[in-house]
């Protein structure tokens, strides 16, 4: 069964330092994975896909398949990424069939 | 902006009840997934719709049932309530099954 783990729940880091939210995958085969993002009072929305990797307001995620981790890092902290992130996964091609990790809390202090 | 809603924002019922949750876009993106999010973890895959059709179903049992309507909208209906039912209940829709979601606010359900 494909599973999607975070290890933190929460997470602090001040502004400026960098950041690293885990997340670990166990999947047969080659999986689709994503990051979602739930900033305050808003809706769950994609952050990036490991497909395209690109760099979404300043965050990264390389997929290391040895490890089974997608890991999401910035080098440098915002206030404003202080959000609830998701690490998520997918069988390739059925992405409407999302199973996400119980997330972390990012908290950026000034 | 896809402009997804859900209807209603909140809602209680009494265990053994049935409910019925509502989702619409003005996209027009025909793909709709419903997932359920309890407290303190991630949101759970129930069923997703592609023009109409169940298109893959997680681990949910079949009192958990959808439509999805001409104009893409859709409906979660949930008979025989249990109090762990209780959860925020989330709809996404996509174009053609691709992998952009659009998430939609939440309806709050409580059963007691």
């Known amino acids: 069964a494909q599973r999607v783990t975070q290890p933190e729940k929460l997470l602090s880091v001040f502004k400026g330092a960098p950041v690293e939210l885990k997340c670990n995958y166990s999947y047969s085969g080659s999986p689709e994975l994503f990051w979602y993002v739930q900033y305050s009072r808003q809706r769950l929305q994609l952050l990036l896909r490991?497909?395209s990797r690109e760099s979404i307001k300043g965050f990264t995620a390389d997929l290391n398949k040895g490890e089974t981790s997608f890991h999401l890092k910035k080098p440098f902290a915002q206030e404003e990424d202080s959000a609830m992130y998701y690490c998520?996964?997918?069988?390739?091609?059925?992405?409407?069939?999302?199973?996400f990790g119980q997330g972390t809390i990012l908290t950026v202090h000034p | 902006e896809t402009g997804v809603t859900q209807s209603p924002t909140h809602l209680i019922k009494t265990r053994g009840q049935q409910v019925t949750l509502r989702c619409s876009s003005q996209?027009?993106?025909?793909?709709v997934s419903w997932y359920q999010q309890a407290l303190g973890q991630g949101p759970q895959f129930i069923f997703q719709y592609y023009r109409e059709e169940e298109n893959g179903r997680g681990n949910f049992p079949p009192r958990f049932s959808g439509l999805q309507f001409p104009n893409y909208s859709s409906e979660l209906n949930v008979n025989a309530l249990e109090l762990d039912d209780s959860a925020l209940y989330l709809c996404a829709f996509s174009r053609d099954r691709g992998y952009e979601q659009y998430f939609g606010p939440g309806t709050r359900l409580t059963v007691t």
């Open positions: 996209s027009g993106h025909n793909t």
């Open positions: 490991h497909i």
């Open positions: 998520a996964l997918s069988h390739p091609g059925s992405y409407g069939k999302l199973t």
